[in-house]
Every structure is written in C-alpha cells, then in structure tokens.
C-alpha cells in the first residue's frame, strides 16, 4: 500500500465528516426540551428526533460500506457528505416536529455514508507504520464531536433560534465537500459485483428490531410482551442473514472474516468497551446532579473532562501502537480502563472535585489507548476490497455497543438500588435514598469493570496468539530460506 501526497488533507476532509457525524448524534439532545416548546409538541414525540437519527445510522452503516467497496469509497463519502449538508439545511427549515424527524433521517443516511468510509479511506491513504497515529487522530476528532455536541447546542440556544443547532453544519459540509472533491483519490470500484439486497434487507431488520427492543424497553421495561417480541424478531432475522450470506456468491458481508480469531477478538473487545463507555455517560450525570448537588453547567463540564482526555490520548497511543504494535498498546489501554472502573465504584457523597477528577481521568486515558490501536489491528488485518464493509462494521460496533449499554447499565443500576432499598421505589430510582442510589452505584461500576476485565483477558489472549504465530511464521520463513540455500 503505497503514501499518498496528500494523506494528511484527505484526513482532514474525512475528519469534517467524522466531527459532524458524532456532534450531530449529540447537539439535538441539549435542545429536546426546546423543541418541544417550539414545535408544540410532547416528549414522547420529540424524543424520535434523536431516535430516528440513532437508529437510521446503525441500521444501514454496513451495507454503505459494502457499497463502497463496490462503486468506489469516493463517490459514496462525498455522495453522503452532500446529502448530509443539504438535510442539515431542510432540518433547520422544518416546519413541524414530523418534517424534522423526517429529515433527521436523511441527515442519518448522509452521516451512514460518510462514518462506514472515513476509516477505510484513512487506511488507503497511510502507510501500515502510520495507520495507528492517522487513526488515533480520527478518533480523537470523535472525542471532540462528543464534547463539543451539548457545549456548542447550549451556547446557540442561548443566543439564536434552534435551527442554527443545524445551520452550523452547514459551512464545514461545504468545506468538508470541496476539500474531499480535491484530495480523496479515487479508488478502482470491483467490477461484475452485484450488491446484495436480500442480506441487507433482513440485516437491515434484524438491526432494527434490536435496536427498537433495546430502546424501548427502557419505556416499557424488559419484561414487556412487545420486546420479547421484538427481541425475538431480531434473533430470527439475525440468524436468516447468516443463512443468506452463506448462500449468495457476492454476499453483502465475507463470513469468512470471522474465522480470524484475532478479528473476532478486536471486535468483541471493542463492543464490550463501548458498552462500558455508554453506561458511564448514563450514570454519571446522576451521580453529579441528582447524588452530589452540582448544576447542570458544572456537570457538563465535569463529564467533559472524560472525552478531553480521550482525545488527547488517542493520537499519542495510535502513535505509539505504529512502533511497538497494536496489541500490547491497546491491552495496556484496557488495564487502565479496568482501574478507572474500580476507582469510579469507590465514588461516595464526601469524594471531592479533585478525587473524582482523579477517579475519572483513568477511565478517559484507558479509552483513548486503546481505541485507536484496536481500530487499526481491525482495519489491517482484512484484504483492501474487504476495507469498506470493516470500516462501517467498526462503526456499526460502536452504535450497537452504545445502544446497548444505555439500556442494559441504567437498568443495571434501577435493579441495584432497589435491591438496597428492598423493593421498588416510589417515584422511581431517582427518588430513592441517596445511600442507596450510591450504593447501586458503586455495585454498577464494579459490574462495568468486571465486563471490561473479561475484555482485558480477551485481548491478552489474542496477544500471546499474534506473538505464537509470528514467531511461526518466522521460523517457516527461515525453512524456506535455508532450502533456497
């Protein structure tokens, strides 16, 4: 794989889309209560502006990917950067609640095409001795999409209209635009392939019935009838992808990647860290507000300490990862994470601003080493026809991974405090003794860094088998020298 000229520029340009991307995915939720004034609509409703963006994204990620490795990755990104601009647009004109959530969905379908092809291009355009530091790079852009999302939502509604919320988009998706135009190369798009509708379709529900049962059923509780239901669907459709990808000659995704164990391992220690990460985000904002009595700008700011740090440190580890590889650097970085956890559960109503910062910068620095050495063991470890549909399969791991630890850590943590209280609560969790919210709390972080510590040992694991096979496949090189001799 050959250097482009133009490597860091074509970062640039896909780090506007990947910035835009996650800020966007964040921004709107500082202003649901807004819009539910200025719409004149209710909370049940406005909450599917964020629902329909979250859900879109995740559910057509792979099968953008895998279109871009069929007619090409630029044509694709640039393609959805442009319908992502021009929602934005049609978002901030929206006239009812309806048309926004409408347009919040080709927003989402614009994002899809640009977050399943940002990585792959960044790994066409580097070096493998520069993939981790351009990688640590692009997740430290996520990293700040993710801090600057309800910072910058908050600043626009106090000065302007809701609608600048997506007017802002509108000037680095042009930038963004003309800087791809310019400096993405074009990449040979495979011939004589046919895209696979039948495995996106079932894909495509499968996605969307586990999605949909997750979030809902934190409305309606696990229990509910429908999300059995729909949880069932889910497993059926999943499985009947399966089936389909075995039977088509141009399948959507490769099931023969999956028999790389390695591959099996970066991907599940991946889902495994982001459902940790999303179950931090749910549970500290309580801890700070309702738990220790902060205001909500003093919140903010304490949470963003998290994601800072992680940017910071993505590049630096990335870096670091191109040098001495990428498994023992992103190993290092699940060990930090796991003491982030366990610092996290010893969290109390008498822990200062200091000690709290200190519990919390562990579990930031643990994130951000190991993202990025991880993403680039996934990214170079498949063929580059295979670069695309990986690319939207890391993303699509990190929406799923999300989705499902908002759902599964604050019932984690609901199912905690009552079990210290010895019973439901009236009112619900956040009316319960603070005693005993701390107490479920701590419980909850102790579980997190038990399901992190299982993704250390995972990773470990595949770090001794990359270490074996090397060595084999030096000794095997070695034979075959002393033969030609």
């Not at 007619?71 to 048309?99: D, E, H, N, Q």
């Given at each position: 794989m050959t250097t482009h000229p133009h490597k860091w520029r074509i970062l640039t340009a896909v780090g506007m889309g990947i910035f835009l991307a996650t800020i966007d995915g964040s921004i709107v939720n500082v202003a649901l209560p807004t819009?539910?004034?200025?719409?004149?609509?209710?909370?049940?409703?406005?909450?599917?502006?964020?629902?329909?963006?979250?859900?879109?994204?995740?559910?057509?990620?792979?099968?953008?990917?895998?279109?871009?490795?069929?007619?090409?990755?630029?044509?694709?990104?640039?393609?959805?950067?442009?319908?992502?601009?021009?929602?934005?647009?049609?978002?901030?004109?929206?006239?009812?609640?309806?048309?926004?959530?409408?347009?919040?969905?080709?927003?989402?379908i614009g994002a899809a095409m640009t977050q399943a092809l940002g990585i792959a291009i960044v790994t066409e355009a580097f070096p493998p001795a520069e993939r981790g530091k351009a990688l640590g790079v692009a997740g430290g852009l996520v990293s700040l999409g993710v801090v600057a999302g309800p910072t910058l939502g908050g600043l626009i509604l106090d000065a302007f209209s809701w609608r600048w919320i997506f007017f802002v988009n509108l000037p680095i998706g042009i930038l963004g635009i003309l800087?791809?135009?310019?400096?993405?190369?074009?990449?040979?798009?495979?011939?004589?392939?046919?895209?696979?509708?039948?495995?996106?379709?079932?894909?495509?529900?499968?996605?969307?019935?586990?999605?949909l049962?997750?979030?809902?059923?934190?409305?309606?509780?696990?229990?509910?009838?429908?999300?059995?239901?729909?949880?069932?669907?889910?497993?059926l459709l999943l499985v009947g992808f399966i089936i389909?990808?075995?039977?088509?000659?141009?399948?959507?995704?490769?099931?023969?990647?999956f028999r790389n164990e390695l591959f099996n391992i970066n991907l599940l220690t991946?889902?495994?860290?982001?459902?940790?990460?999303?179950?931090?985000?749910?549970?500290?904002?309580?801890?700070?507000?309702?738990?220790?009595?902060?205001?909500?700008?003093?919140?903010?700011?304490?949470?963003?300490a998290v994601p800072v740090l992680m940017g910071i440190t993505a590049p630096i580890s990335g870096a670091l990862s191109d040098r001495y590889g990428t498994r023992p650097i992103a190993t290092i970085g699940l060990a930090v994470l796991v003491a982030g956890y366990l610092a996290m559960s010893r969290l109390t109503l008498a822990t200062s601003l200091p000690v709290y910062v200190l519990a919390v910068l562990p579990f930031g620095a643990g994130m951000g080493i190991f993202q990025s050495p991880n993403n680039s063991a996934v990214m170079g470890s498949v063929p580059p026809p295979q670069l695309g549909v990986t690319s939207g399969l890391l993303a699509m791991t990190r929406n799923l991974g999300q989705t499902v630890g908002i759902a599964t850590m604050g019932t984690i943590w609901a199912g905690r405090v009552m079990a210290?209280?010895?019973?439901?609560?009236?009112?619900?969790?956040?009316?319960?003794?603070?005693?005993?919210?701390?107490?479920?709390?701590?419980?909850?972080?102790?579980?997190?860094?038990?399901?992190?510590?299982?993704?250390?040992?995972?990773?470990?694991?595949?770090?001794?088998?990359?270490?074996?096979?090397?060595?084999?496949?030096?000794?095997?090189?070695?034979?075959?020298?002393?033969?030609?001799?």
């Open positions: 819009l539910v004034r200025e719409l004149h609509t209710n909370f049940a409703t406005v909450q599917w502006i964020p629902l329909a963006y979250l859900l879109t994204l995740s559910t057509v990620l792979l099968s953008m990917g895998r279109l871009g490795d069929m007619i090409g990755k630029k044509r694709v990104y640039v393609s959805g950067f442009v319908l992502f601009t021009l929602s934005s647009m049609l978002c901030g004109l929206a006239p009812g609640v309806y048309w926004l959530i409408g347009f919040r969905v080709l927003q989402a800087m791809t135009l310019r400096y993405v190369p074009h990449t040979t798009a495979v011939r004589a392939q046919r895209f696979d509708y039948a495995g996106a379709a079932v894909l495509f529900g499968g996605l969307l019935a586990l999605l049962a997750l979030t809902l059923g934190q409305q309606w509780g696990f229990a509910d009838r429908r999300i059995w239901l729909l949880s069932g669907m889910a497993a389909t990808e075995q039977r088509v000659t141009q399948p959507m995704i490769n099931l023969n990647l991946g889902l495994l860290t982001f459902i940790a990460v999303a179950g931090v985000f749910v549970l500290l904002p309580f801890y700070l507000e309702n738990m220790m009595g902060y205001g909500p700008r003093q919140v903010g700011l304490l949470i963003a210290h209280v010895g019973g439901a609560v009236s009112g619900g969790v956040t009316a319960a003794p603070i005693t005993a919210q701390i107490a479920g709390l701590q419980d909850t972080f102790r579980i997190i860094a038990a399901l992190v510590s299982a993704a250390f040992f995972l990773s470990a694991y595949g770090m001794v088998k990359a270490g074996r096979e090397g060595r084999r496949k030096k000794e095997e090189g070695r034979e075959v020298k002393d033969e030609v001799v």
